[in-house]
Each structure stands twice: as structure tokens, then as C-alpha cells.
């Protein structure tokens, strides 16, 4: 889910992240420049499928529109081989359409399977064609589901979820792509990929993860960025900002929630022993929002008054959703992160404010928990929130919870996975990628082993999905290409980042559970002033 979420923050309709490749690649070793013929391959259907059809047509390339509400735009793409396999699941009525773009000259010997965004499961051709011109064999799936916020295939003619759509979109459909382009690679190339690659972020982050965790020898490599994993525990989650504002009757305003968040980075900022503009730990910081009680606020010309009430919302949209026993159920929105993201707010036709919900998880509980897309989310009470929390688990977490730790098998099929997420991800909690991290250590005996072939990157003042779409920039890809192709484990991941000043800062995220610190001395705008070290659990 790259952009998509972010645009949505920005008030224009979700757009949930594309996940965009961030480097070419030299051929990999034993790979020739190849040209394709674009002839249509022979496919075999992956086992529980039949192959509607197959079709293959060469494209010209030049400037790729992407589709759907995400758009965006990728030019000079060299000319490719699309093939298209259309699959269907015996029973299920489905249609799912498996891309393959091949280059015609030129191919890079890799094959890079790219992810999807909130409820589309693959890619719109943004990602297809910046692979193509970075001269991977690219791939990607449909799913038999629509665009991101299509959710028209959730619920039956009975009024019940669509069980095989549901699977299709959280782990089959991604497999069956590794099988089918694996097998059109060969064809039209005559070999096979030398390496395979999946590529994803938010949706696509959680694909990765379950590419590893259900199907390990898929690929050799998975970058799976801000994951939505844990699916059906965060997406109730990330609904509680709404309830909180609802039962409490307080809906404090854009500029309102800009002054807490402001306050808690600077007061936190000095934390990683220098002031440079972020705040590399906020899982630490422990800013009181009550300290801005009483402090004016100017929004659009009108001076404000912070509130207890406005205090005490922040503070439970913070701490994140409890049980009404006050049991935690999972974490809040990260300290830093904008509020807007999940707690919007808009302006009623009384002139009342009223929340605004972000349309993830409102689709998922009106569709997939009470499955009636007229339900009143601004009814929930805290206890019936628990009620729904606790749903979802029962009813879908072993469907796309996408929280197994044990990464086993794809530790001993030599796959190596790599992510990085946002500190400042206003739509999916941090701190959920961490937990699961730390149960993957439970499960696999400790830090180091899973350092083997998992590694996991917290990148500072940085949004959903935002690390290469403007909030900075690192090489992920080149790193784990490093990592599989020449056993080169990134100890740091170098990257641009922007800080809550605007200003470049180079840094060397640390991999966790090491967290950056000043070194005393040196240029706080500079990676050398600063080291990783370890931070006491918490």
C-alpha cells in the first residue's frame, strides 16, 4: 500500500502504496542480454487451478499511466513482452489474471514480483514498468479483486463474504503468480530467473510475509516494507482514533493535532543525544500531551484553546486501544506520526465536527465484521469495539493474520527477508512489525540467528510507506540483492531522510534492535556522527 495512503491523508481518495523498485540491477551471473520473441507460452496450471487463457503481445513501452485511483506515471520504459494468464479456482467462479512483463533486450536475468496496495492485490503498472526499465522480469496479480478501495467481491449474493476472493487476495493468488511467471519466464527466455524476488510495501508488505511464512521456496529474496501483517488484529486497531473521538464528543481540529504532535518531537527529540529533527526512538518517548492544556492554538485565523478533553483524546489515540478492563489490545498511532491519518475530522452540515474515518478500516468492519456496508461506525461503544476486535481474530486471523512466526522453512530454503517501516507511519503502527519481530526471535532462538536471514529496519520521521515516494530514499533492493546474491547481511541501510524541518540528514539505520545515537561530536546532518547501539527492551 505505498502511496495510497498517504494521498488519502492528504484528502484525496486512498491510494494505498505502491510499491515502487528503487534500483537496477547489473545482469545477474550467467545471464546474456536476452530478446524475447513474444510468443505465447505454454502454462501450466498451478495445482487447484485451471488456465482460462493465455495471451502475449509486445508492448512499445515509453510512458506507462498506471491505473485506478493510485495513477501515477513512469516514462522511458524499453519495450516489453506482456503476457497475461488468467486463472480460475475450480468452484469459486473467480478470475485471476497473472501480468508478466518481459524486456525485450537487455533483461537483467532476475525475475521481481511487485505487491499490492490496501484491498488491490497487485501492482498498476507503475511498478511493473519501473522494473522493466531496471531490467527485471516482472510480475503481478489481480487476484480475481478490484482496485485498491474496489470492494464490490467482499460479499456474496447471500450477503456473506466471498471465500475464495478472500483467499485469493490474502495468500493464494500470490503464490500461483510465482509458479505461473516462473514458468513464463522460461518459456519466453528459454531459462529460468537466476534470482526471484518479491517487492512490496503495506499490502504488498504483507504479502511478502506471507509469501515467507506459507510458501517459503517461492523467492530467494523478499523486501516487504510498513507490512500489513497482523491484518485482522491492526485493521480493527486503526479504527479506535474514531471511536475515542466519538465517545468522548471531542474532535479536536487539524492545527490542534499538529500542536501535539510538534510538542512530543521536539520534547523527545534530544533523546538520541543530539536536537537534528528526529526522533529515532519514539517507542521511548513518554511526552504527557495534558502539558499543552491551556495553550492557543491559531487554525485558519481563529485562535483555539487546548483542552483537557482535546489532551485526553490524544493521549488514548497514543496509548492505542484497551479492552474497557483497560487490558491493551494492540498500539497506537506512534508519537510523531499525523494524527489526520486516523483521526480526521470534517465539518458537518449542522457546522458540527464529526470524525471522518479512513476508508481501510471502516470497509474492513462494515464488510467483512457486521457485513452490512450501511453500518453506523460512529455508534461503536468501547465495549462493543472489543467485541469487534476480538471478531475479527476469531473469524479471519487464520486467513490473513499473516503473524506466524515461524520462519523456519524459509530460513532452510536460504531466503532472506528485509524490511524497513516508518516511525512516523500514521496508518500502521510500528510497533506491530516489532512485536512480530520479537516473536519471530521467541520462535528461532534470539536476535542473531534470526539475523541470519531476517532483518528488520526502523526508519525515523518517516510515513507510511514514504522511504523512495519523497520522505527519503535508501537502495532496500540493492541491499537485499547484496544479502542473496553475494551473502552480504546489511548491517545498516544507508538513507536520505527528511527531517521535521524539511532538511536532508544522511543516516545509517540501524538494524533491529539497534537504535542511532550521537556520537558527541560531528555534523548532526551526517551519518558518520552517529552509531547504532542497543536499547533495553521495552
Keep these: 500500500m505505498r502511496r495510497v495512503l498517504t494521498v488519502l491523508a492528504a484528502g484525496v481518495p486512498l491510494a494505498a502504496a505502491v510499491c515502487l523498485p528503487t534500483a537496477s540491477a547489473a545482469p545477474a551471473e550467467g545471464s546474456a542480454a536476452t530478446t524475447t520473441a513474444c510468443s505465447t507460452p505454454s502454462v501450466k496450471a498451478p495445482a487447484g487451478t485451471e488456465v482460462e487463457s493465455v495471451t502475449a503481445v509486445r508492448q512499445e513501452g515509453g510512458t506507462i499511466h498506471g491505473t485506478g485511483i493510485l495513477g501515477g506515471v513512469v516514462s522511458d520504459v524499453p519495450a516489453f513482452c506482456q503476457v497475461t494468464v488468467t486463472l480460475t479456482h475450480p468452484g469459486d467462479n473467480d478470475h485471476a489474471r497473472v501480468q508478466t512483463w518481459l524486456p525485450d533486450q537487455g533483461w537483467n536475468g532476475r525475475l521481481q514480483a511487485i505487491g499490492g496496495s490496501a484491498y488491490g492485490a497487485g501492482d498498476n503498472g507503475v511498478g511493473l514498468g519501473t522494473a522493466v526499465k531496471d531490467g527485471y522480469a516482472t510480475t503481478t496479480t489481480d487476484a480475481g479483486v478490484g482496485d485498491v478501495l474496489d470492494t464490490s467481491w467482499v460479499l456474496n449474493s447471500n450477503g456473506q463474504v466471498n471465500a475464495g476472493l478472500l483467499k485469493n487476495f490474502a495468500s493464494r493468488s500470490q503464490h500461483e503468480a510465482a509458479v505461473v511467471s516462473k514458468q513464463v519466464v522460461g518459456s519466453v527466455y528459454g531459462k529460468r530467473a537466476a534470482y526471484a524476488y518479491f517487492n512490496g510495501c503495506s499490502t504488498g508488505g504483507r504479502q511478502g510475509y506471507m509469501e515467507a511464512q506459507r510458501y517459503p521456496d517461492d523467492y530467494d529474496g523478499i523486501l516487504a516494507n510498513a507490512p500489513a501483517i497482523n491484518w485482522d488484529e491492526f485493521e480493527v486497531a486503526t479504527l479506535w482514533p474514531q471511536v475515542v473521538m466519538n465517545n468522548e464528543k471531542t474532535y479536536p481540529t487539524p492545527c490542534e493535532f499538529e500542536a501535539f504532535t510538534d510538542a512530543a518531537v521536539k520534547a523527545c527529540d534530544p533523546l538520541d543525544g543530539v536536537k537534528d529533527g528526529l526522533v529515532n526512538d519514539p517507542a521511548r518517548c513518554d511526552f504527557d500531551p495534558r502539558r499543552l492544556i ?24 497514543w496509548d492505542g486501544p484497551r479492552d474497557t478492563s483497560g487490558k491493551k489490545l494492540w498500539s497506537g498511532v506512534p508519537i510523531g506520526a499525523n494524527l489526520k491519518g486516523l483521526a480526521e475530522t470534517e465539518t458537518g452540515t449542522d457546522g458540527t465536527a464529526k470524525g471522518k474515518p479512513f476508508q481501510v478500516p471502516a470497509l474492513w468492519v462494515q464488510l467483512f465484521l457486521k457485513k452490512d456496508p450501511s453500518f453506523d461506525l460512529t455508534k461503536i461503544t468501547y465495549s462493543q469495539f472489543t467485541e469487534l476486535f476480538r471478531q475479527s481474530q476469531a473469524e479471519y486471523d487464520k486467513i490473513i493474520g499473516t503473524d506466524e512466526p515461524d520462519l523456519s522453512a524459509f530460513r532452510n530454503a536460504g531466503g532472506k527477508l528485509l524490511s524497513w517501516h516508518g516511525q512516523a507511519d500514521q496508518y500502521i503502527p510500528t510497533q506491530g512489525t516489532v512485536g512480530y519481530r520479537k516473536q519471530v526471535e521467541q520462535k528461532l532462538g534470539g536476535t542473531k ?10 526508519v525515523p520521521n518517516t510515513v507510511h510507506c514514504g522511504l523512495n515516494m519523497g520522505d527519503g530514499a535508501t537502495d532496500d533492493l540493492g541491499a537485499l540483492r547484496a544479502w542473496v546474491e553475494q551473502g552480504k547481511a546489511p548491517k545498516t541501510l544507508p538513507a536520505a531522510l527528511i527531517n521535521i524541518n524539511g532538511e536532508q540528514v544522511n543516516r545509517d539505520l540501524c538494524a533491529y534492535p539497534g537504535v542511532s545515537r550521537y556520537k558527541g561530536h560531528g555534523d548532526p546532518a551526517a551519518a558518520s556522527s552517529f552509531r547504532c547501539v542497543l536499547q533495553p527492551r521495552y
Excluded: S
Design 294 to 317: 491551556g495553550t492557543k492554538v491559531v487554525c485558519n485565523g481563529e485562535e483555539l484553546t487546548i483542552t483537557a478533553a482535546d489532551a485526553a483524546v490524544v493521549r488514548k489515540i
Design 449 to 458: 540467528k534470526v539475523d541470519d536471514f531476517y532483518r528488520l529496519f526502523l
